[in-house]
């Protein structure tokens, strides 16, 4: 890494994922930017790291400009920056780190990292990628924002999000439900794996409280799989003009 580490038992950690073989290129330069350092040295975060994907290119085009941001920043807590590069083994490493320091995830809207991110009951923010056609991710965050596992953010403008992101710890769903009998122990493991259905908070007998068609699709998909442990890192639903054909 290029700047020392400097972690201690006070540290905060915001990790920010991007995606891996299509890394979202425009949310790396969002988090880079003064509004976005700014909101996360006010929240008191130490340390921002940024998983850049084979975007290497647009990390390291961004990242002198940000680094010189928050050293010359006097008014505010000093705020280290760091990149990796994609990890075929996952992100696990990272997600603990982030849970024991109370801190924060930013990440796109793939289905898989949303799922692994939230098996470790912390703060996600999610940004779905406005310029995708049949944009499911908008659709995916708005339905999981609305039960309350995770603060939906816009690319153009991180601040907001990471900001009500603190508030926001105080009320989050758990996740699977209290009630599912499958509640993680310190997010590092579980009694038994939480089921992926309970993503969106419904029963298998409820299917009729979904609010749209494409909850409802993301419901017949995700059921597939047994547990988060047998799910695929990322889900395909069906897109607007395929569930229109059918």
């Known amino acids: 890494m290029a700047e020392s580490w400097k972690w201690t038992s006070d540290s905060k950690l915001c990790f920010v994922t991007t995606g891996a073989?299509?890394?979202?290129?425009?949310?790396?330069?969002s988090v880079l930017t003064p509004s976005c350092l700014g909101a996360l040295q006010e929240g008191g975060f130490t340390h921002l790291l940024v998983q850049?994907?084979?975007?290497?290119?647009?990390y390291d085009k961004c990242v002198s400009t940000a680094r010189s941001y928050v050293h010359n920043d006097d008014d505010k807590r000093h705020l280290i920056i760091d990149g990796i590069?994609?990890?075929?083994?996952?992100?696990?490493?990272?997600?603990?780190l982030v849970q024991r320091s109370k801190g924060l995830v930013i990440s796109h809207a793939g289905s898989g990292s949303i799922l692994e991110a939230l098996r470790y009951q912390i703060t996600l923010i999610v940004v779905p990628n406005t310029a995708l056609l049949d944009n499911h991710q908008e659709e995916l965050a708005v339905a999981m924002e609305r039960n309350n596992y995770l603060v939906r953010g816009h690319v153009t403008d991180l601040g907001p999000a990471i900001k009500k992101s603190d508030d926001f710890r105080k009320k989050m769903s758990q996740f699977p439900p209290i009630t599912s009998g499958k509640h993680p122990r310190d997010g590092l493991g579980t009694t038994s794996e939480p089921h992926v259905k309970d993503i969106l908070g419904v029963t298998s007998q409820q299917p009729h409280e979904f609010r749209s068609d494409y909850e409802t699709a993301l419901w017949d998909k995700i059921t597939t799989y047994?547990?988060?442990?047998?799910?695929?890192?990322?889900i395909?639903?069906?897109t607007w003009?395929?569930?229109k054909r059918s």
């Open 85 to 96: 590069d994609f990890n075929p083994d996952g992100l696990q490493a990272q997600f603990q």
């Open 241 to 243: 003009k395929e569930r």
């Open 226 to 234: 047994g547990d988060i442990a047998q799910a695929p890192r990322s």
């Open 21 to 29: 073989t299509a890394p979202f290129t425009a949310l790396i330069e």
């Open 236 to 238: 395909s639903i069906p």
């Open 52 to 58: 850049y994907g084979s975007a290497k290119d647009v």
